[in-house]
């Protein structure tokens, strides 16, 4: 009864929204998810579900590919349609013009975090600050944009320019603060509409599962959601080793090493010193 669930996160519905769901249906507390989604965004939510909380932090790090729908002209509190509106200008863009800024924008950045986010300064959430009205320096991040590109046809409608993006990026990336420096190098506002979590790593969109149809038999096994890692099949003798955590030896080319014994995933172990490996994740 452990793995993740890949769960379409449906629109109007927070992260904890579908945790907390998942958890009633399976009957367990141990349960979290591997990135949050805003209310307003739908896609890929993968939950760990018993043991696999352990790798939550794995599969936290790996990149996200999203496809977001841009408004140019109009600025919003909370960078998304769903915010109170600040600004709004006459934009007429051109497709070139976007996608050669966009292509100037793919590499690593100093992004910087919206407001209207749970990051903590001085132990209390950014977005506490916004609603309490308070004046706050908001942090920056080095974040990397892998790939950036223009996926649809630019329209206009009511003085603003509207077009949808596909962006592959790192951990940390946020999507509403990306738009937002589009339209800066655009030398406008601007503002997202849509979000759509297509992929996180090796899970991709398709392979997700309705949030009703959540049970035991949807989990992928820690042993598949640890594909992308150097795994090695092990005899009694070693398992008899790794269960108890002892140090062993390093014979291995590749670290971490992921042991499997009967199928399963059974521990992850790390460098303990140049001839030594050490327990890291234990299932």
């Known amino acids: 009864m452990n793995g993740i669930l890949l769960i379409d996160k449906p629109k109007d519905m927070t992260s904890r929204d579908v945790v907390n769901q998942a958890s009633r249906l399976l009957k367990t507390k141990k349960i979290g998810h591997t990135g949050t989604l805003d209310p307003l965004a739908t896609g890929v939510l993968i939950l760990t579900v018993n043991q696999a909380t352990k790798i939550a932090e794995l599969i936290t ?26 600004k709004q200008e006459l934009t007429n863009i051109s497709q070139a013009q976007i996608v050669k800024v966009m292509n100037k924008m793919v590499g690593e950045y ?28 908001l942090p920056k991040r080095t974040v990397a944009i892998k790939e950036l590109e223009l996926i649809s046809a630019v329209s206009y409608e009511n003085n603003t320019t509207i077009f949808t993006i596909r962006c ?79 140090i062993i030896d390093n014979i291995y080319e590749t670290i971490p090493v992921v042991f499997i014994y009967q199928n399963k995933a059974i521990a992850i172990y790390q460098k303990y010193n140049e001839k030594q490996l050490k327990p890291w994740k234990m299932f």
Not at 116 to 132: D, Q, T, W
Not at 182 to 206: D, H, P, V, Y
Request: glycine share 6%; proline share 1%.
């Open 61 to 86: 790090n790996y990149d996200k590919e999203y496809i977001a729908e841009v408004v140019l002209g109009l600025e919003t509190d909370t960078l998304d349609i769903t915010g109170g509106v600040l």
């Open 110 to 137: 100093n992004q910087e975090v919206p407001i209207y986010s749970a990051v903590k300064i001085k132990g209390k959430k950014l977005y506490e600050y916004a609603r309490n009205k308070e004046t706050i320096i």
């Open 168 to 246: 592959l990026v790192s951990k940390g990336t946020y999507i509403r603060s990306l738009i937002k420096d589009i339209a800066s190098n655009l030398n406008t506002i601007g503002t997202m509409k849509n979000l759509r979590r297509t992929k996180q790593g090796i899970f991709k969109i398709e392979d997700c599962i309705n949030i009703s149809n959540i049970d035991y038999n949807k989990l992928i096994s820690i042993k598949d959601c640890l594909a992308d890692y150097h795994q090695v099949v092990i005899d009694e003798e070693l398992f008899n080793k790794i269960k108890h955590g002892q």
